[in-house]
């Protein structure tokens, strides 16, 4: 079964860190496109950065030189790097696979991450 | 930037009518491969967003034929055709560019009955 089940959310005070982990079942993170979308309270969705299966890297720019993404193919795991976090960054973060066509085809529950000022 | 409007914001629609949302970007989807990068999604409260459309009109593995997306270049359409409670839900369009690559979403439009 193919599954993501995100973790390392909660509360940060502004200028924090934390780092999210996007453990994957059912195909190998290495061998797919994986990506962060994330959702501000009672707002839309917004894509955050994505890693591709050759190790090339995109993010969006606003959270360029403060997230980093990177995954562990040894035990089948995607995670962000979050630096310098501030009261916009809080959301649900979600993790999801990223097929040829270029949409998300599989997604997490989304773990909530909340940035207090 | 690539942005999509998605219009109406919300919508109401009775059990068995057809429901229409509409996006539009900024730019053309349509790429030099004769597809368009057009992703549909539906997002129930307390859910991760489902896919339902891809390359503006094919449906997605396991949703309901109701559902269909139609549209080229700079104008797209989702379309249910017969509504059911369980569409109750928010509607995003998604797009791709490259160069660098990029993801954009609608702002998304909320379907009631």
């Known amino acids: 079964e193919v599954q993501l089940v995100e973790s390392g959310g909660g509360l940060v005070q502004s200028g924090g860190s934390l780092r999210l982990s996007c453990v994957v079942s059912g195909f190998t993170v290495s061998n797919n496109y994986m990506s962060w979308v994330r959702q501000a309270p009672g707002k839309g969705l917004e894509w955050v950065s994505i890693?591709?299966?050759?190790?090339?890297?995109y993010y969006a720019d606003s959270v360029k030189g403060r997230f980093t993404i990177s995954r562990h193919n040894s035990n089948n795991t995607l995670y962000l790097q979050m630096n310098s976090l501030r009261p916009e960054d809080t959301a649900v973060y979600y993790c999801?696979?990223?097929?040829?066509?270029?949409?998300?085809?599989?997604w997490g529950q989304g773990t909530l991450v909340t940035v207090s000022s | 930037d690539i942005v999509l409007t998605q219009s109406p914001d919300s919508l109401a629609v009775s059990l068995g009518e057809r429901a229409t949302i509409n996006c539009k970007s900024s730019h053309t989807l349509y790429s030099s491969n004769h597809k368009n990068y057009l992703v549909w999604y539906q997002q129930k409260p307390g859910q991760p967003p489902k896919l339902l459309i891809y390359w503006a009109s094919t449906r997605a593995s396991g949703v309901p034929d109701r559902f269909s997306g139609s549209g080229s270049g700079t104008d797209f359409t989702l379309t249910i055709s017969s509504l059911q409670a369980e569409d109750v839900a928010v509607y995003y369009c998604q797009q791709y560019s490259s160069s660098p690559p990029e993801y954009t979403f609608g702002q998304g439009t909320k379907l009631e009955i």
């Open positions: 999801a696979r990223v097929p040829e066509y270029d949409g998300f085809d599989v």
């Open positions: 890693i591709y299966s050759g190790d090339n890297i």
